[in-house]
DNA sequence: CTGAAAGCGCTTACAG
DNA sequence: CTGAAAGCGCTTACAG
């Protein structure tokens, strides 16, 4: 580890000082049972001792293999794609992998251009967790039949893998906790309607409430950006009217704690005198004042298997695309409260 | 955009279909002025056609340059360093750089494994924001000199840029502002007194309460894992014996948003009976309830801030080592409560 | 304005 | 067990 020049030491550097061809040296580097145990020794000692950094680019040039998978999400300031981000990085780097970063802040024409941009760097394949009104051809055409891709959270008619979540029966389970504690008039809150997720859940919700009997009213269904900011300031739509509901299913955990947080602005209490449940149960969920009642999705688990799955198809380039559904959970917490007591808040 | 075989498409390809030297294709690519406009159009019209995809990794290794840089963090779950990834990686991908991801988990032999690997994928420069307990010799002998480094957020003694967020001064003013409501008995609560940005927080706070002539009780230093949940048990530590400290500052929000759970848990209420300043203004801290009084550290500009410096310092690879400060901004927001009523909690 | 040639740092049959 | 040679996909003086 000497001071060194600027110049990066190279494998025909340790050839000469070890008066070898790079051939050899190449063939330590590797691991290769071929080379004499004295040979090798001396070549180890002489990379360490000129600092001898690998070059996996140029070796995966030569070798027509790439080390690295893209990963393109929304945006780490969402904690559910933070979380799912970290299970990525981590996954893959068990696996050798590099994770070359990009985030579409929901914006379909900066995911055209950050794909095309990733995918100058050669990427073995990609996670990606379409930006909202994505168009399947064009993405399709962009990146071509070469590189696999492994879609997350939005469906995308376009022939990749898909990895999903059960927004539909997450969505389900949640409702029916709430009808359980004896709750008739339930809101479905936040979330747009022309997002994929949030239209499975809603009809997870809706199905729910069928069997019960129950449809729901204009009133119950208050759309919002799926952020803790706007669905704080949406709060007021639901109480336009009498009877209002007195339960709501969420969108996510974001628009859930922002719903508590209205909630309280206005008076009233999450988990006493209004039942909330969120989804995705991210890390705030279970610290957060009441604790979340929320739908499971843990999104470091499916971040690994994300990454699980691309790597899989990487080994399998002409199997069939596959979907997988990744199962949702209901955890109870303080939010959703107790039964309703017959005859309270009518 | 032919649905093509497997093959990659290079320049070699669009040479022989264009009936031109890979030379002249290379020039159509790069926006020399030199081809003429007829030759350029054809060109352009065949990569097209062939979806021809260029490799930045091989144009890279001959030109002798790296278009990644790479970020490590401790993990990306902490929405403080979520929010400074995506602007780290906000910044690059504005610069035409991509950003290569790895995490630590605060260990200090992953982010060996971490940076070594990350090396190998030849990046122009490395944004780390170390381990606890890093060995700046040790580092310093794995990355060598040739790849510029810049420090964030713990200080490192290797002779690197370091980008510092302006701990000292922040906790003297979230100490202050307390003061000034009327609080005498405040504690300084969460983080480990190894961690270099604890400890100058912890100093700033003395600083503060030294001018004010008070003298800290060791009841009033609490460790605790920098996170909610650790936080959120070691509440009684507080309250172990009267008098009992009447406000807190918090080495990080997550710890705040902890110590607020714990003391509405004991039937205590932040911003009433108890003030609580945060530290990173992380953006629950705006929405929590109570909203929580806090010092700005604004992650995200940080993390463009670090994008910013280590693209000058690629320009300039030979000036002096910089160290920068980012200032620090007190938020007042609900839970550090009204004035102390004289003679209220004694 | 275009082409022939060399070379970035590596690997991999193929000889010996 | 080691070496000479070709080649991955690109760029860049240098000629013409």
Known sequence: MTASPRRRVTLTDIAKACELSRATVSLVLRGSPLVHADTRARVEAELKRQGYVYHRGAANLRRNVSSAVALVINDLSNPFFAEFASGVDEALAEAGYVTLLGSTGE?????????????????????LSPAEGSDAARLHALVGPRTPVLVFNRELDAGWDFLELDNHHGARLATEHLLGLGHRRIAFYGGHRDSSSCRQRRAGYREALAQAGITPEPQWLVESAPTRLEAARQVGALFVRDPAPTAAVCYNDAVALGLVAGLTARGRRAGHDFAVVGFDDIPEAAVSAPPLTTIAADPRARGRQAAALVLQRLQHPDAAPARTVAPARLMVRDSSGHALTPGAPR
Chains 1, 2 share one sequence.
């Open 107 to 127: 914006s379909v024409e900066r995911q055209q251009a950050v794909l095309a941009s990733l995918l100058e760097h050669d990427p073995a394949g990609i996670i």
